[in-house]
């Protein structure tokens, strides 16, 4: 943890800030400290080990995130990784219940490799030594506790193949090689590569199988690129079906059942509108218990009677959406996860023969000490008549009127918001505005009609989608016209040069996280491992460049009035730093008011804490300046970072 000079260290634990007069009247909530907001998390991910003895989870050491073991029931909580610098963000149990496996990058340019971590001696093993390969987990069962399939681009980097990892010698065996087109690999539940999901040059999709590894190709189905983006989500018990989610011949995803030898389908869960998110099976059998839906909240369907028991006995716990289950390999034991608008994220130990459950810890119980602002579901109806869902969060102990308002926008854009604790969105609330998230066409979770309405449309109508939510807010009495801030990251860093380029008018300033200025030269420079993607990208956002340059904020540069600041991490891989700097170049041409940020040691976003802390450092003395909000200043810690990565 870094350590404060005594006067900053005095002034923030006395809530200090700098804000207007009007601010410091209204809003008379402490302000949570960025630390608190934007550091580690105190723990989190807690997962407990196939034989049910022993939890695992991410916790810091010196400020940097590791894994963490636990005896259950006991307090001889232990690190046993020791990384020092970018910080372990995910990790599985190996079933021999004495290792951990985790994949980490270097320096965010997303080239994954798989680790592997001894409990008793803490010594780690790199299993993927290879330069400039990406590594990703395909399947791991419990059946075959000393063998990994994970896919590479080591023989090509455009494609991935999978190979097969001895966990005990460390020997990589090629398993399956990709023709060409395969974008997505499937497991059974015997450890073989026996589904493959192909991509059209229309941007389709063909989802082959085949009946034994040895045993040829075959085309089980197939949907157009009008469909929502859908997937397998794996194999039944016996091997003999594929659970499959898609809105071929519906307007959502649904999930369907279709034997593999005769292709006959069987729908297990639908809903006309929302697609289907997630599955929840059975740990050691793959049995379907639970189908989950992402609608205004997290909803689900139950396939198991007894699982379903067990969720009414865990929402009597507390208020707010089971988000997650880490369940012990038996399915005696579960880790549960609940997350809330107002609150950290919460995590008990649940026992199903018992039906009783026991808190572990949140991830951020700092936060308990503050007064959370509410996350409100809102829907309203686009300029066009389209029906666009959405969040709104005000400030705590505030009365929603006529506030300055952040139009905060998601990535993707082939994704979408979700309620719950939302850093972000505390954040900016807490700091006195009004938070504005938008699903806008092309987001994903409403079905094809909902994302296909976002077709050539990212300068166009899901453009004016937020625009149309801005003046939803201002008709709400919500959010004052003339004090509205658009900000996002990658696509919705696209989208804040977009509303400042396309509209130069309707915000009074832009913040703008690793997102894209021109659309052509995004499109050249992506990984090469996108390019069984490329068919979609040109179908969903164009197919020549005159499309693509018309909807590029870059040539739309000159037409800026509002004042941006821009935070670009140097190794990113999906959007080159060449983005932001183009964008940069062009607006101190025009002599328009630019801040811009590089961190040498990020990708795609910032993963290190310093570096977030540091760039949401200026983006609140920013956001101050020209809406009118408090802030809290900076640390000199983050003074001296910022003065080194700026531009």
């Known amino acids: 943890m870094r350590l404060l000079k005594r006067a900053l260290s005095v002034l923030a634990l006395t809530g200090f800030l700098v804000a207007s007069v009007a601010a410091q009247k209204e809003l008379t909530t402490p302000v949570i400290p960025r630390q608190v907001l934007f550091g580690n998390p105190e723990r989190a991910d807690p997962q407990?080990?196939?034989?049910?003895?022993?939890?695992?989870?991410?916790?810091?050491?010196?400020?940097?995130?590791?894994?963490?073991?636990?005896?259950?029931?006991?307090?001889?909580?232990?690190?046993?990784?020791?990384?020092?610098?970018?910080?372990?963000?995910?990790?599985?149990?190996?079933?021999?219940?004495?290792?951990?496996?985790?994949?980490?990058?270097?320096?965010?340019?997303?080239?994954?490799?798989?680790?592997?971590?001894?409990?008793?001696?803490?010594?780690?093993?790199?299993?993927?030594?290879?330069?400039?390969?990406?590594?990703?987990?395909?399947?791991?069962?419990?059946?075959?506790?000393?063998?990994?399939?994970?896919?590479?681009?080591?023989?090509?980097?455009?494609?991935?193949?999978?190979?097969?990892?001895?966990?005990?010698?460390?020997?990589?065996?090629?398993?399956?090689?990709?023709?060409?087109?395969?974008?997505?690999?499937?497991?059974?539940?015997?450890?073989?590569?026996?589904?493959?999901?192909?991509?059209?040059?229309?941007?389709?999709?063909?989802?082959?199988?085949?009946?034994?590894?040895?045993?040829?190709?075959?085309?089980?189905?197939?949907?157009?690129?009008?469909?929502?983006?859908?997937?397998?989500?794996?194999?039944?018990?016996?091997?003999?079906?594929?659970?499959?989610?898609?809105?071929?011949?519906?307007?959502?995803?649904?999930?369907?059942?279709?034997?593999?030898?005769?292709?006959?389908?069987?729908?297990?869960?639908?809903?006309?509108?929302?697609?289907?998110?997630?599955?929840?099976?059975?740990?050691?059998?793959?049995?379907?218990?639970?189908?989950?839906?992402?609608?205004?909240?997290?909803?689900?369907?139950?396939?198991?009677?007894?699982?379903?028991?067990?969720?009414?006995?865990?929402?009597?716990?507390?208020?707010?959406?089971?988000?997650?289950?880490?369940?012990?390999?038996?399915?005696?034991?579960?880790?549960?996860?609940?997350?809330?608008?107002?609150?950290?994220?919460?995590?008990?130990?649940?026992?199903?023969?018992?039906?009783?459950?026991?808190?572990?810890?949140?991830?951020?119980?700092q936060l308990e000490k503050y007064k959370l602002s509410a996350m409100k579901p809102i829907e309203f109806t686009a300029r066009d008549g389209m029906k666009l869902y959405g969040y709104l969060t005000t400030p705590a102990g505030v009365d929603p009127k006529s506030l300055p308002m952040v139009e905060f926008v998601h990535g993707g854009p082939w994704g979408r918001d979700e309620w719950g604790y939302n850093r972000y969105a505390q954040w900016l609330s807490n700091r006195g505005y009004a938070v504005l998230q938008i699903n806008f066409r092309g987001s994903t979770g409403y079905g094809k009609q909902y994302v296909n309405a976002g077709d050539r449309q990212w300068a166009g109508t899901m453009h004016t989608d937020l625009l149309d939510g801005k003046d939803w807010a201002v008709k709400q009495g919500v959010a004052d016209s003339a004090k509205v801030c658009i900000m996002g990251g990658s696509y919705g860093g696209y989208a804040t040069l977009a509303g400042v380029a396309f509209s130069p008018d309707a915000f009074a300033c832009g913040v703008d996280i690793v997102g894209p200025s021109n659309l052509n030269t995004l499109l050249k420079t992506i990984p090469p491992y996108w390019s069984t993607l490329l068919a979609t990208f040109h179908k969903r956002m164009g197919d020549s460049e005159e499309v693509l340059k018309q909807q590029s904020p870059l040539f739309k540069a000159d037409q800026i009035k509002a004042p941006l600041l821009i935070g670009q991490g140097a190794n990113d891989p999906r959007v080159n730093k060449a983005e932001s700097d183009q964008i940069v170049a062009a607006m101190r041409k025009n002599n328009k008011p630019v801040q811009y940020y590089v961190f040498p040691d990020e990708g795609h976003g910032f993963a290190r804490p310093t570096n977030n802390m540091a760039f949401n450092a200026a983006s609140e003395e920013f956001l101050a300046k020209y809406l009118g909000g408090r802030f809290e200043p900076a640390t000199p810690d983050e003074s001296k970072l910022l003065t080194s990565v700026k531009q």
């Open 48 to 365: 407990i080990s196939p034989d049910g003895t022993q939890l695992g989870y991410l916790a810091p050491v010196d400020g940097v995130l590791n894994v963490w073991i636990r005896t259950l029931g006991k307090t001889d909580d232990r690190a046993v990784t020791a990384d020092k610098h970018r910080g372990i963000r995910n990790f599985i149990w190996q079933y021999d219940n004495r290792h951990i496996l985790y994949t980490q990058d270097l320096g965010g340019d997303e080239n994954w490799r798989l680790y592997q971590t001894d409990i008793a001696s803490r010594q780690t093993k790199d299993l993927t030594p290879f330069d400039k390969v990406r590594v990703d987990i395909v399947a791991y069962e419990w059946k075959f506790p000393d063998a990994i399939l994970v896919q590479m681009n080591q023989r090509d980097p455009k494609v991935f193949d999978v190979h097969r990892i001895d966990l005990n010698t460390g020997k990589v065996e090629l398993d399956t090689q990709n023709p060409g087109d395969i974008a997505n690999w499937q497991a059974d539940n015997a450890l073989q590569i026996r589904a493959a999901q192909a991509q059209t040059a229309d941007g389709g999709t063909i989802l082959r199988v085949r009946d034994d590894s040895k045993s040829p190709w075959r085309e089980l189905i197939q949907w157009g690129a009008d469909e929502t983006f859908g997937g397998v989500n794996g194999f039944s018990p016996d091997n003999k079906s594929l659970w499959v989610t898609t809105s071929l011949d519906v307007n959502a995803a649904r999930l369907l059942e279709i034997d593999i030898a005769n292709g006959k389908r069987k729908v297990i869960t639908e809903d006309p509108q929302f697609d289907v998110s997630n599955t929840i099976n059975d740990p050691k059998t793959n049995a379907l218990e639970a189908v989950s839906y992402s609608r205004q909240r997290t909803e689900y369907v139950f396939i198991d009677p007894e699982v379903k028991a067990d969720f009414e006995v865990l929402r009597k716990l507390r208020s707010g959406d089971i988000a997650g289950i880490s369940p012990d390999l038996d399915n005696h034991k579960w880790i549960v996860g609940f997350v809330s608008d107002d609150a950290p994220e919460y995590w008990y130990v649940y026992d199903r023969a018992t039906k009783q459950a026991s808190l572990l810890f949140s991830n951020r119980p």
